[in-house]
């Protein structure tokens, strides 16, 4: 006897005009910028709904290292809403990651208030991690705090992973920050050595505290500083590091940050970022935790 046929499937580079078609209330979509991309990606993936010939909801996921699937990219066709669609799309393919035997955590990061996908992500058995606010500096701004000496650059990769280890014990944040929206539970198999060569960290002068600076393109270039206290503004030297490293970058990329709720609430001058709505990240491990 035959299965049914299911209603999902891989997207091919065939179904951008599907894709393109869906009235999903989002202005100038960037899954539409960099689907071929996606669908030609070995580490990306993007799957889709459909009713006969027409595309209802699409979603996918990321791989990162350590075995880290990111879920997203979730859309839906405003026609077809309440249906249920992007709930059992998105259970397909935790099914089909779950079953991945390269894979030990899923997750997903949604705005806090995307109450429609915190609702699907509840219904997924997803637990809620952490809330994260990121802001980049604004565009032309340049931020002076306490005043202080140039943090010392780290280059060794043995060095780097004794300060990244303290993340285990010491952690404002709850998780690393890998890329700009992609934050994971840290790990050590998360930060491989070529993660870590291609990351700039700086240790204060009391070695108490350290930043890690990564440029991230997501449409114009910025400098990822990864940083786990909520002290920005009372570290002697922070921010002249900051400025510092962005000023020899020939990028020139914006500063980006992601603050606790904490940190936040100690920011002296808000109009100083580029505010936008926090970010939850769900997510659970699916085999032995690295």
Same mark, same amino acid.
């Given at each position: 006897?035959?299965?049914?046929?299911?209603? #999902?499937?891989?997207?091919?580079?065939?179904?951008?005009?599907?894709?393109?078609?869906?009235?999903?209330?989002?202005?100038?979509?960037?899954?539409?910028?960099?689907?071929?991309?996606?669908?030609?990606?070995?580490?990306?993936?993007?799957?889709?709904?459909?009713?006969?010939?027409?595309?209802?909801?699409?979603?996918?996921?990321?791989?990162?290292?350590?075995?880290?699937?990111?879920?997203?990219?979730?859309?839906?066709?405003?026609?077809?809403?309440?249906?249920?669609?992007?709930?059992?799309?998105?259970?397909?393919?935790?099914?089909?990651?779950?079953?991945?035997?390269?894979?030990?955590?899923?997750?997903?990061?949604?705005?806090?208030?995307?109450?429609?996908?915190? +609702?699907?992500? %509840?219904?997924?058995?997803?637990?809620?991690?952490?809330?994260?606010?990121?802001? @980049?500096?604004?565009?032309?701004?340049?931020?002076?705090?306490?005043?202080?000496?140039?943090?010392?650059?780290?280059?060794?990769?043995?060095?780097?992973?004794?300060?990244? %280890?303290?993340?285990?014990?010491?952690?404002?944040?709850?998780?690393?920050?890998?890329?700009?929206?992609?934050?994971? @539970?840290?790990?050590?198999?998360?930060?491989?050595?070529?993660?870590?060569?291609?990351?700039?960290?700086?240790?204060? @002068?009391?070695?108490?505290?350290?930043?890690?600076?990564?440029?991230?393109? +997501?449409?114009?270039?910025?400098?990822?500083?990864?940083?786990?206290?909520?002290?920005? #503004?009372?570290?002697?030297?922070?921010?002249?590091?900051?400025?510092?490293?962005?000023?020899?970058?020939?990028?020139? @990329?914006?500063?980006?940050?992601? #603050?606790? +709720?904490?940190?936040?609430?100690?920011?002296?001058?808000?109009?100083? #970022?580029?505010?936008?709505?926090?970010?939850?990240?769900?997510?659970?491990?699916?085999?032995?935790?690295?």
């Amino acid at each position: 006897m035959n299965e049914p046929l299911l209603p #999902f499937r891989p997207l091919t580079i065939d179904d951008y005009d599907l894709v393109r078609n869906m009235q999903t209330g989002i202005q100038d979509d960037y899954v539409l910028h960099i689907f071929p991309d996606l669908i030609q990606s070995k580490t990306q993936a993007l799957f889709g709904w459909f009713d006969k010939n027409r595309l209802v909801s699409i979603a996918g996921y990321s791989i990162f290292p350590g075995g880290y699937a990111m879920l997203g990219r979730l859309r839906s066709d405003i026609r077809f809403r309440e249906n249920g669609h992007a709930t059992s799309l998105l259970a397909y393919i935790i099914d089909m990651l779950i079953h991945t035997s390269s894979v030990n955590w899923i997750g997903a990061n949604t705005n806090i208030h995307n109450y429609r996908a915190r +609702k699907v992500l %509840k219904k997924l058995h997803l637990d809620e991690l952490t809330t994260l606010y990121s802001f @980049p500096v604004k565009a032309n701004t340049i931020i002076k705090g306490k005043e202080g000496e140039i943090w010392t650059k780290i280059t060794s990769l043995t060095d780097k992973r004794k300060l990244i %280890k303290q993340l285990k014990i010491e952690n404002a944040l709850h998780v690393y920050p890998f890329e700009c929206y992609y934050p994971m @539970p840290y790990s050590d198999a998360l930060l491989t050595d070529e993660e870590l060569a291609h990351s700039t960290f700086y240790l204060n @002068p009391t070695n108490d505290r350290f930043m890690i600076i990564k440029n991230d393109q +997501k449409r114009e270039w910025f400098a990822h500083v990864k940083y786990f206290w909520n002290d920005h #503004f009372e570290q002697a030297g922070f921010w002249n590091t900051i400025n510092h490293h962005v000023n020899h970058d020939g990028l020139h @990329p914006r500063p980006w940050f992601d #603050f606790s +709720k904490e940190g936040v609430a100690n920011i002296p001058n808000i109009k100083l #970022f580029d505010v936008s709505d926090g970010w939850i990240l769900y997510g659970k491990w699916i085999n032995v935790q690295l």
